[in-house]
Every structure is written in structure tokens, then in C-alpha cells.
């Protein structure tokens, strides 16, 4: 990846869970220069919640159109969410509408599936809610639903699904075969026990690494693009994974990265997985070069949105203008304001403290609630050294304060967009982008670590 660029423009498509877009990359500096995006939204259609796939497919095409000419590119690479697999028919349509991982299993099914899944010492995959397991997904669709199951010619992770659908080469990848799906097996580099007990071996395709070009954009999708020369599509990657590559590629271990979305994910570069628990969300992650990394998650950008939606907007500079005043007030929030993962399993959100307060200062304890649970998530699988925060955590300033704060470490914002189409950009061979980072963050705030010491106690009751 040090080598120098052959490509001018790298075009990337993002799939997030809440939102997707396609973005342009200059391959000589790293730097985002077009984008578009779309609402990613599941359709409540059919067998079970799934993704609008050909909606996605008609906006990414529609982007790559509208690129090709102005600012051009001459590659594509591909990164999405994790926890989601698609079942091809032996024509390549699909062979099930692609799952939605909120979407929750009758009891039964989650019994029956429990009984199956291999030992976290085997996969370091938690158990999670719905289909966050990706194992789950797919004996869910088999069990409830065999006509169509058997009709599954191929087993596809989610970033190599939209490299099939433009070049017709069908590959798999460890950073999403990685992600918790109880596939995987991150000490020996290979499939879980969990593919023989579920019998489909003979549909999981062939693992490429994410740095492969498959194979350039088909004839019919090239035309209806408008481009005439060939285009090679990378493999992809998952997310999170995009997010953590330009930080392997620039730093030394030990650190952390956060890499905050809808999910906020932490990793500890350089971390063991001796003391993972799988109860409190703790797993291993998969990176591009195939290597386990201690890794922690909760539904953080999704919770703020909520919060937000909820309390109305403020101006950032009194957000964290308001944060000693909160912690003074003892105003805080206990989690979770999304049921189903994290560092506290079970508890239920609910407010402590004045109630009579301006929205920035409920911001100040929102964002106070968010750097606790992202230093909880941070404990759990042992990070040290700086922390390095991308996407749109990056510039909530009373959330980095108080990171800061609590951990006693420093605190790289790397504003902008978020990371991820950057390093999905970085498969292709060009040089990471230009820091972006913001001068490191060392704060304290008074009475901070009596707070957290009152909010522990108040999770503990």
C-alpha cells in the first residue's frame, strides 16, 4: 500500500445501516471529493424485515453514473455494515430477501439456535440480539423457511455481495466473516465449527483477501455507467474494519481507535483476547490482514439520534460550556437507551437528577453518558495508549472532553466524514489520507470522576 498510486480517483460505495452513499476519493491525497447518499431503510415486506437491495442498487448505480464523467474514477472498492450474509440462487439473483439484523427470532428459534452455536473460546463472537450473529440469520432462514433456503446456491458476506453484483466474481472476506457472525475462528484463521453443524460448507464461496481486485466492472454494468475503459472492483470490507486500516497503516501499537456510526466500536490495537467477556458485548474483530482485535461495541450513534430527537437541538459551545454544571447537578443517564448490546446488558435507560434543565445541558449529560460507556467498552478489552475517534463523534467536543477526562489518555478528533470510505479507498493501493487530526484533547473537569462513580453505583442498584 506504499507503492505509488495507479489510480487517479477512487470511487467507493458505503453502505451503512442507517444511511449509504457513494463518495469520490482523490487516490494522491486521500481527500473526499464528491459524494451522494441515500436513507438506508428496511422494508416490512415478505418473509421477515429486509434491505431494499435494488433501491440500493439503482441509488449506487445512479452515483457511479453521475460520476463518471465529472470527477471520474478508475476504481471502485466497497465497504458496508457488518452482521448481514445474502443466499444466492444458481441464476445469482437472490435466493432470500437480505435480513435485517434488528429483526428478533421467536423464542424457539433462538433456543434451537443456542444449542448450535459454537463456544465464545472458539469464534470470540458474543451471543447478540435479533441477527447480529450472522450464524443465527442463517439457521433462522433454513429452519423457518427450507423451500427457499434450498434454493441457496452461495453464501455471500454483505461487501462482497455488491462486488458480485458488479463483476460477476463471487468472493467471501474474514473482516466480515469476522464480525461476530460465529463463522469464524480468529485463532486459526479458518471457518467455525458452526459451518459443518449448520451444513453449508458447500454454499460459503471463496475467501479473497480485501486488497484483491476481482475483476473489472461487467460489460453491462460498464454501459449502463458510462465508462469504456475497464474499472476493477476491490473486495470490500467490512465497516468497521475500513475505519481501523488507516490507523494500522499510520500507527504503532498500542492504541485504540473508536469508530463511531450508528454503532460506536472500539478497538484495542495491539490488545490480547484472554479477557474478553462475551456477556458485556466484548468480541474479536477480524482486520484486513486477518489478525484478531479486541473489540467492544454499543449502539451509540443510534442512542444520540434518539436523544437528540428527544431533547431538541443547543449550540455546541454551550453543550460543553455545560458539562462541570451537569456534573454539579449530578443530571445523568443510565443505559441503555438501546436494548440488546453493550457493556450493560439489561439495564434500562432512565434519567437521575434535575429535570428542570436546558437542552444543553441534558446534551452535556447525554454526551457525558456516551463517554462513559465508551470508556466502559474501552476497559473491557484493556486499550491503552491514545485514543484515535472518527466519524460523527469526532466533533462533539463535550463527548471528547469528557472521554478525555475519564480515561486520562489523549484524544485524536478526526473530523470530516467518517473513515470508512477511506479506508475502503486505501484497498486499492493509494496512500491513506492527509491527517485531518485536530490537536490531541487532554481535559479534566471537576467532581468528573465522583459522577462516575455515583453512576456506577446507580447501574449497580
Known sequence: MTATPTYRRIAVLDIGKTNAKVVVLDAQSGAEIA???????????????????????????????????????????????????????????????????????????????ERLRPPFSETFSPKLSGGLNVGAQ????????????????????YPQYWAF????VAA????????????WNPTTGAYSSLVDTLDIRPLMVPIRSAFDALGPVLPRVATEIGVDTPVPVHCGIHDSNASLLPHLVENEAPFAVVSTGTWVISFAVGGDLEHLDPKRDALANVDAY??????SRFMGGREFEILAGEIGQADPDAIEASLETVIGKGLMLLPNVVEGSGPFPGKKMRWIGDASVSPAERLAAASLYLALMTQACLGLIGAKGPIFVEGPFALNRAYLSALSALT????????????????AALLTGIRPAAAMASQPI??????LQNYREAWLRALAE
Open 35 to 113: 459524494a451522494v447518499r441515500t436513507a438506508n431503510t428496511a422494508l416490512k415486506t415478505g418473509p421477515y424485515p429486509h434491505y431494499d437491495i435494488e433501491r440500493l442498487w439503482d441509488f449506487a448505480i445512479a452515483a457511479l453514473k453521475g460520476f463518471a464523467e465529472t470527477p471520474g474514477f478508475d476504481a471502485i472498492s466497497i465497504t458496508t455494515h457488518g452482521a448481514s450474509a445474502v443466499l444466492l440462487a444458481a441464476d445469482g439473483s437472490l435466493a432470500m430477501p437480505v435480513l435485517d439484523y434488528e429483526h428478533a427470532y421467536p423464542d424457539a428459534v433462538r433456543d434451537a439456535y
Open 138 to 157: 442463517i439457521h433462522y432462514q433454513k429452519s423457518q423457511f427450507p423451500d427457499d433456503f434450498a434454493s441457496a446456491r452461495a453464501i455471500l458476506t
Open 165 to 168: 453484483r458488479l463483476t460477476g
Open 172 to 183: 467471501n472476506e474474514v473482516t466480515s466473516l469476522g464480525c461476530h457472525t460465529d463463522l
Open 290 to 295: 486477518g489478525r484478531a482485535v479486541p473489540s
Open 408 to 423: 486520562g489518555s489523549d484524544v485524536v478528533a478526526l473530523p470530516g466524514s467518517t473513515g470508512t470510505s477511506q479506508g
Open 442 to 447: 487532554r481535559a479534566e473537569l471537576r467532581g
